[in-house]
C-alpha cells in the first residue's frame, strides 16, 4: 500500500511558515531536511540522539497525542537545548503519523552551538 502523507506547518523563528508533505513513517529530521527547511545547524547528529539541534516545539495538545513517548537519552539530550519547554522534543526522534495532519510545529531560535 501507497505510504499516506500529512501535511505539517513548520514555524521558524524569523516568523517564516514553511508547509511540508511528510511521509508517515518518517522522523520530523527527515522531513525538515527533505523539504529544504533551512535552519541553522539544525540536525547536527544526523538523528543519532548524540546533539540536541534538532528541537522542536508543540503545542500542548498535540504535544500529549505524539505516540511515542521521549526516551530518558532524548530528555538528558533535551536538557542541552536552547530554550528548553514543556512541549518540546528532539525532531529526530518523532515519527510522524496520520494524527498530525495539519499541526504547527515550531522551530526554536537559535540552537545550542558548542563552538559558540
Ligand atoms: Fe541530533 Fe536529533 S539530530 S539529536
Redesign the pocket.
Known sequence: PKKEKVSLCFKLADGSEHTAMAKVGDNL?DIIIDNDIDVDG?????????????HLIFKPDQYDQIQEKPTDE?LD?LDLAFGLSDTSR????VIVTKEMDGWEIEVPSGVADARG
Open positions: 529530521l539544525f540536525g547536527a547528529c544526523e538523528g543519532t540522539l548524540a546533539c540536541s539541534t534538532c532524548e539530550m528532539l525532531g529526530c526522534q
